[in-house]
């Protein structure tokens, strides 16, 4: 088992789309990367205010297969927050976006002196960050307030592997409460909604992500699939599938169509991409640049 410690919230100045942006890193995306950063010297402080940053957490275990925790307890918490009424949050595909432009990796994100620069990049007022170590689960979050330097709260949640969706919940609402973000007994009950209770379908959907993120579209369609397949009521993934055909970016189409469709009475009700939207993003596959010299998981 493993330990997840080391988290931190930093406060930054704030610009951010209040649409969720899907999990496709598209040519325009990197495109805006790449401009914020040859105008990074020129930002300037603005008056929006509720922004928040989640950055990827940094495995420290030695166990490559825990990787696919990095991006996923990222997307569970990104995925919640984006519910949280007058919360404004940063998309994931602009932090992939902005690693790769900056070349640091996932774990170079949350050093000492990169995290701040990436968020005040990113326009976040706050950041939020980890690392995972050795030893059962547990979740420590330093909440930090950088115009008076000093740590405001430092949230714990703890608990076994098979309870990490149970434990990004304590997280998310520990995280709201530092904000001191006021939400109604009716948007803490949505807020409760489980991604899943299956670890096998998060994880993956975790590799599906990660496979987008390089490029391989048709591995993260396969992964995709497979999770919808363990929970059809997953969160995320019939969006991303979605969004994969409507793009034209696998050559899968009719099967992963004919899935969707066996499914849509059961779609997760945490879903937040319909086609509709992902043809309103990107209305052509060209807008995607695939990585090269992609790796399957084994």
Known sequence: ??????????????????????????????????KALEE???????EARNTVAVLYFENKTGKSELDPLQ?????MLITDLFNVKGLQVVERVKLQALVEEMG???????????????????????????????GSIKIQSNVL???????????IVMGEME??????KGLLFEIINFLKIDITHQE?????????????????????????????Y????QFYESALKEDPKICIARGALQELIHLRLIKSQKRSRELLNSLRDRSSLTDQLTPEDSTRRIRTPNDTTPSQGERPYN
């Open 104 to 134: 640091f990796g996932t774990s170079g994100l949350v050093e000492a002196g990169n995290a701040p620069r990436v968020g005040r990049i990113l326009g976040a007022r706050w950041l939020i960050g980890g690392e995972i170590t050795r």
């Open 163 to 168: 309870d990490l969706f149970r434990l990004e």
């Open 71 to 75: 991006k996923g307890l990222t997307l």
């Open 218 to 221: 048709e591995m993260a369609a």
């Open 40 to 46: 990074e010297k020129a930002l300037r402080p603005i």
């Open 145 to 155: 307030d950088v115009g008076e330097k000093k740590i405001i709260g430092q949230p």
């Open 188 to 216: 803490k009950e949505e807020l409760r909604r489980y991604c899943s209770t299956n670890i096998r379908a998060l994880n993956l959907l975790f590799r599906g992500i990660d496979a987008s993120d390089r490029g391989n």
């Open 1 to 34: 088992m493993y330990h997840i410690v080391g988290m931190f919230l930093l406060v930054f100045i704030p610009l951010v789309s209040p649409l969720w942006a899907g999990e496709v890193v598209t040519q325009n995306i990197k495109q805006w990367a790449k």
